[in-house]
């Protein structure tokens, strides 16, 4: 097995993967909760993406509840289901009361819950119990790990709880999606727990994840600096699916690939470039499956995995890198 990743030395309890639609969020998520799991850990691996594809990957259905995965001992999945998480969340409110007040009422409370802030506050409350734990859930776990949507919905759900923690302090907004807001404070304890959580390095590690091009290397720089505004600093960068360096003359389009690759990353923002930083290969298969997951962070060249400031750019030679070309499925990674 390759030696670890410098964003999987020493990682904390919690480890969100972040970056541009495509890029290999997922792959990198499960990758990584694979070799923890083997390793000994007692891993959670949770999706906040409402297009989970994480039960695809080890080929079972895992849904709302914490499911263990067969056939990795310590590893257990969880995807949050916005709608399902709303339909839980209306019948914590509505449960109590139903019986008492008249159906009219009932109806009505129903219907102001059933809008699309109800929907994302009902997962957000979902993400924010895993940080904090009120009910002892993720305690057995040494890692939780957290494969997220795309950057703009990601970004959004690790800014809510400070700006909901700001909202219950002041009172500002229309908070009638939210139901009756009895137990605030409970809410409000949680919110500022979680805040607490993700700024603290210790505890939480942010990965953010791009593909050797200018579009996701610049769409992670935006997304360092808007969470590192929230405090979020214990920050990584992973730059996945790159080009192993092509034998000389052997390929010119493959040469050319890689070239543009090389130049994206030695053109990446000094931001980015002074947060530790792994590369991971392009390899010949989609990341299903636990074969191919095992793989990942396998390196086929001596430069690939690079900790540091500097992501090895050096050219190495004898990389079997038409075989490699050859091999990709016409459907392989979509970027
Ligand atoms: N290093 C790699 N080599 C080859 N294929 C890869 C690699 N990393 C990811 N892939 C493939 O690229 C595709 C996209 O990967 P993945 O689903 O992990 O991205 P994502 O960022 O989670 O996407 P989304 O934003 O849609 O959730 C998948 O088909 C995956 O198998
Ligand atoms: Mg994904």
Redesign the pocket.
């Known amino acids: 097995m390759a030696a670890d990743p410098t964003f999987l030395t020493a990682p904390p309890r919690f480890v969100f993967f972040t ?10 998520a499960c990758a990584s909760a694979l070799r923890l799991a083997r390793a000994g850990k007692k891993v959670l691996l949770v999706s906040t ?1 409402p ?1 989970s ?1 994480v039960g695809q990957v080890f080929g079972l259905s895992i849904g709302n509840t914490i499911t263990e995965v067969p056939a990795v001992p310590g590893l257990s999945a969880l995807e949050i289901d916005p709608e399902q998480a709303a339909a839980a969340y209306r019948e914590r409110i509505v449960g109590p009361v139903r019986g008492l007040l008249p159906d009219a009422e009932i109806a009505s409370i129903t219907e102001q819950l059933s809008g699309s802030c109800t929907t994302e506050v009902a997962s957000f409350d979902e993400f924010t119990s895993l940080l904090t734990d009120p009910d002892d859930q993720v305690a057995g776990f040494d890692h939780v790990l957290f ?1 997220t ?2 950057t703009g919905h990601t970004i959004r759900l690790l800014q809510l709880p400070g700006n909901w923690t700001e909202f219950l302090d002041h009172g500002k907004g229309d908070a009638s999606c939210l139901g009756p807001l009895a137990g605030l404070d409970k809410q409000k304890a949680m919110y500022a727990g979680a805040v607490e959580a993700l700024s603290d390095p210790e505890r939480t590690r942010l990965v953010l ?1 791009a593909r050797a091009n200018r579009a996701a290397l610049a769409e992670i720089a935006r997304t360092h600096s808007e969470l590192a505004a929230i405090g979020m600093t214990g920050q990584h960068v992973v730059v ?2 790159v080009l192993p360096a092509p034998a000389e003359d052997t390929d010119p389009l493959a040469t050319a690939v890689y070239q543009r690759e090389q130049a994206a990353l030695a053109g990446r923002g000094a931001a980015i470039a002074a947060l530790p930083t792994d590369l ?4 010949p ?4 499956g636990l074969d191919a997951l095992s793989t ?1 962070f396998d390196t086929t060249t001596t430069t690939a995995m690079t900790t540091g400031t500097d992501p090895g750019l050096a050219a190495v030679a004898d990389a079997p890198l038409a075989d490699l070309v050859d091999a990709i499925e016409p459907t ?3 970027w």
């Open positions: 970056g541009k639609g495509g890029v290999g969020k997922t792959s990198i993406d297009a594809n494969d949507a795309p994840v996945n699916g991971v290969e392009l390899k298969v989609n990341m299903v990942l392989g990674p979509d």
